[in-house]
Structures are given as structure tokens and as C-alpha cells.
């Protein structure tokens, strides 16, 4: 559990503002969508979180601690992209595993955390498959497990379900929903459907040329006129 703080955040790109004095809290276990067209500036706010691109002015903060200026690594943060691919020539195990033998944790460890977070997006005994022999909806279950398997204070997700059909995309969205509730993970959820936003968050914050247009429970943004 953790809060989230981003105060004046702004990132310039030669000649554009991507993110302009973005101000923005999260709280405990609360999951806020971040929507808006193309090119709103959602995805650069999230890879600014977990240390992707760095700001050009203005602070993150998670429980308080500074973490402007820590690499991805540091981070408590966890991210999961729409296109970021598993790596194919591993196994599902692999996938997962890699960031915590980075780590240098015990080998026991790592299969039971492995395993664990296999189990919790429905995936036990998947461990030695070869990523490609999966289904979209599989596959991006394994980034979601390979996200969580460091145990992040805040969760990141880019868009994650874009690729895939409108089905698999409700059925997943209610998956994810269930999950990160289940976890109470602070969680930001970028996504350009305002379906999607209505079915997930407890706020959504509403993107405009790099701004906070707007921020509300889903219930007060969808009254509206
Ligand atoms: P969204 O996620 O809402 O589609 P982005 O954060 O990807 O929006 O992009 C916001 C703006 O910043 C866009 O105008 C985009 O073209 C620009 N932008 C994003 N990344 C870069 C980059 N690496 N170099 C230059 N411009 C970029
Ligand atoms: P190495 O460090 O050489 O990768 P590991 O003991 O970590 O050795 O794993 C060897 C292989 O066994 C992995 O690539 C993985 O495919 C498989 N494996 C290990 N533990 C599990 C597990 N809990 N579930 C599924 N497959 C596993």
C-alpha cells in the first residue's frame, strides 16, 4: 500500500509540452485512470512514475519519499506496457523470474514467488511454456504476473489490453480490477476508452494537451452532460 504524489510535473520535447504542471494524488490502494486522446500526454506521465523519461521540472513522491530522480530499478513502481513483448525465447518462468534473479534472490524463492504470482492471474503450472505458445489474453496475464512478482508499491499500466479483442479486453479488464483490489495496489491505468475508465477506476482523471482537464469519481464525470 502507498501513496502516490506528483507535484508540478512538466516534460518538454523540442518543441512540444507533453506534460504541462501536472499536480496529481493517489491514495492507498486506489486505482485512477488516466484517459484522454492520443497524445494527451498519459503515457509519458506514467513512464515519468516508473523512471522511463526523465522530467523536466516538478517532483514524484511515493509515501512521502522523493524518487524524482531514482532509476527504474529504485523504484517501488511496477510497469506494465501495451507492447512491451515477453521475451520469447524464455519460458514463462524465465519471463517472470528474470527480474528477480537480477536480484540474486535464493532459487527456492524465486520458484515460489515465481509460482504465486503465476497462481493469482490464473496461470498455475504455466511455468514451462514457451511465451509464444500462448494467447494474447495468456500472454499479457504473464506481463501482468512478471509486473507484480517484485512486489511494487504502485502498478503501472500503459494501455495494457489494447491489442486484444473486445471481449478478451472486458473479460481482462474485470480480471486486472479484481486483482489489483484483491492486492490494494495503488494503481495508475492509462487508456484512451472511457468504457474502459467507467469499468475500472475509483477516479478518473480526464487528459487535455498535457493537463488535468478534469478529476472525479467515475460516477460524476459519466453524470454530466
Ligand atoms: P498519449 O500517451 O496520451 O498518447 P504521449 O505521452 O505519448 O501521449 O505524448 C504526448 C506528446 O508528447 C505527443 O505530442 C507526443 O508526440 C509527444 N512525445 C511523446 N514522446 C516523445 C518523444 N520521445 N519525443 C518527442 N515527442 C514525444
Ligand atoms: P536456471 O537458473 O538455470 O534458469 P532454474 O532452476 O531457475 O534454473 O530453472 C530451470 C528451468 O526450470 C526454468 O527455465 C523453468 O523453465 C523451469 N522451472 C523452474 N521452476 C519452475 C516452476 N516453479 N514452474 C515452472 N517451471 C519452472
Not at 523536466?56 to 523504484?75: F, M
Not at 504476473?145 to 489490453?161: G, H, N, Q, T, W
Not at 478478451?168 to 494503481?187: A, K, N, P, S
Amino acid at each position: 500500500m502507498a501513496q502516490l504524489t506528483i507535484q508540478n510535473l512538466r516534460k518538454c520535447f523540442a518543441s512540444t509540452t507533453a506534460v504541462d504542471s501536472v499536480n496529481l494524488h493517489v491514495e492507498d490502494g486506489e486505482l485512477i485512470c488516466l484517459l484522454g486522446p492520443s497524445g494527451s500526454g498519459k503515457s509519458t506521465i506514467l513512464r515519468m512514475i516508473g523512471g522511463f523519461e526523465h522530467p523536466t521540472s516538478g517532483a514524484i513522491l511515493i509515501d512521502g519519499q522523493d524518487v524524482t530522480r531514482l532509476p527504474p530499478e529504485r523504484r517501488p513502481t511496477g510497469m506494465m506496457f501495451q507492447s512491451h513483448a515477453l521475451w520469447s525465447h524464455m519460458t514463462v518462468f524465465g519471463n517472470i523470474a528474470f527480474g528477480l534473479k537480477l536480484r540474486r534472490l535464493p532459487k527456492a524463492e524465486i520458484r515460489e514467488k515465481v509460482e504465486s504470482a503465476l497462481e493469482l492471474v490464473g496461470l498455475g503450472g504455466y511455468g514451462t511454456r514457451m511465451t509464444s505458445q500462448l494467447s494474447g489474453g495468456q500472454q499479457q496475464r504473464v506481463a501482468l504476473a512478471r509486473s507484480l512478482v517484485l512486489e511494487p508499491k504502485i502498478l503501472l499500466l500503459d494501455e495494457p489490453f489494447a491489442s486484444l479483442d473486445q471481449h478478451l479486453r472486458e473479460r481482462l479488464r474485470e480480471e486486472v480490477r479484481d486483482i489489483q483490489q484483491r492486492l490494494g495496489i495503488t494503481t495508475l491505468f492509462v487508456t484512451h476508452g472511457q468504457d474502459e475508465a467507467l469499468a475500472m477506476a475509483d477516479r478518473i482523471a480526464v487528459l487535455r494537451d498535457g493537463r488535468i482537464e478534469q478529476i472525479a469519481p467515475a460516477d460524476v464525470i459519466y453524470r454530466q452532460p
